[in-house]
T-cell receptor
Framework: GIQVEQSPPDLILQEGANSTLRCNFS?????LQWFHQNPWGQLINLFY???GTKQNGRLSATTVATERYSLLYISSSQTTDSGVYFC????????????FGSGTQLTVLP | NAGVTQTPKFQVLKTGQSMTLQCAQD?????MSWYRQDPGMGLRLIHY???????DQGEVPNGYNVSRSTTEDFPLRLLSAAPSQTSVYFC????????????FGPGTRLTVT
């Protein structure tokens, strides 16, 4: 099956700092999503981005499908950004099963 | 528009008991699915449905049963709970065509003793 690797596994930032999270995948995909799992366990949709670049406030994401990676940028981080960030991909013919990476644990210190 | 809702939020079962986890969505999504999240193992697909009356197995279906009688609801049944089913369960939904973006419910934290 498709492999999804995220880096770094852990990241500690001071409030106000910027960060880049990376997601590499092993095959071509039809869907790529970024999620934020907050400390209460809820999975929040950040981006649906099988290709191209999108921005939403302080967050932006870029997927280069031909090179099989995606980047999530967080600017001017806030303590509420803390949690786990997951990249998940779906490949046609896989019953729409999203394959999740192992996540990046982000801690933003005040 | 409530999105994807799940009940209960928390549940404790004894080994051998059965129960149903509820999932509902109000976005008229054809596709619905159940995942479980275990520490260090990410989310894994249990069962999915592409429409009312149609269900199929995912990666880890053993010990679970599903049915889909309406577009809105997709309950997950644990037939005889085992400690290995202690996990957080998420329901997700999406359209069957066009965008494949999936939306997740808030989760149900299940403990089997």
């Amino acid at each position: 099956g498709i492999q999804v690797e995220q880096s770094p596994p852990d990241l500690i930032l001071q409030e106000g700092a910027n960060s880049t999270l990376r997601c590499n995948f092993s095959d071509s995909v039809n869907n790529l999503q970024w999620f934020h799992q907050n400390p209460w366990g809820q999975l929040i949709n950040l981006f649906y981005i099988p290709s191209g670049t999108k921005q939403n406030g302080r967050l932006s994401a870029t997927t280069v499908a031909t090179e099989r990676y995606s980047l999530l940028y967080i600017s001017s981080s806030q303590t509420t950004d803390s949690g786990v960030y997951f990249c998940a991909v779906y490949k046609a013919g896989s019953a729409r099963q999203l394959t999740f990476g192992s996540g990046t644990q982000l801690t933003v210190l005040p | 528009n409530a999105g994807v809702t799940q009940t209960p939020k928390f549940q404790v079962l004894k080994t051998g008991q059965s129960m149903t986890l509820q999932c509902a969505q109000d976005m008229n999504h054809e596709y619905m699915s159940w995942y479980r999240q275990d520490p260090g193992m990410g989310l894994r697909l249990i069962h999915y449905s592409v429409g009312a009356g149609i269900t199929d197995q995912g990666e880890v279906p053993n010990g679970y049963n599903v049915s889909r009688s309406t577009t809105e609801d997709f309950p997950l049944r644990l037939l005889s709970a085992a400690p290995s089913q202690t996990s957080v369960y998420f329901c997700a939904s999406s359209y069957a065509s066009g965008t494949y973006e999936q939306y997740f419910g808030p989760g149900t934290r299940l403990t089997v003793t």
